[in-house]
């Protein structure tokens, strides 16, 4: 009696859990993507110039082939990008330069059109290199759309914040 109850009820809770992972909504989505495209911009330490040029091809793979990114990063300068190929050029250039870098992706904001098939995202960039005693944070902006039934960036742009 009482024990079925909690027995159903906990059983129903496994269900919905496992249909939660397994279909999971738009939103969780796009926030897994961007999880995943943190952790290939991130360069571990020492890593071979294969290995680069595979997480160049791995990153262009998160952008449909006509995308467009537009950086402006104080200290660092401003930079197109138009298409997959500038990307995996620029990639495999930052990551033969570049010692250890860990890259978040914080306060994602997601909002979905209302036909679920295109979203903006906008979210802060937390950048750690290694020896480096301070962060760089960086406000972006992320036009994403449906591409064969997984989510694509179309567009990246940086987000000028007010300076104290």
Known sequence: TIARIIVLAVIGWVLLLGYWHFFPSQETQIRRMFGELARV??????????????????????????VEINLDVPGVGRHTFNGREEIIQAAVAARSNSRSVKVEFLDLNVKLDAGKESATVDLTAKVTQTGERDFGVQELKFQLKRVDGEWRITRMD????LGL
């Open 41 to 66: 911009v991130s360069i571990s330490p020492n890593s071979s110039p294969l290995a680069n040029l595979a997480a160049a091809n791995e990153l262009a793979s998160f952008f449909t082939k006509d």
């Open 158 to 161: 940086t987000v000028h914040t």
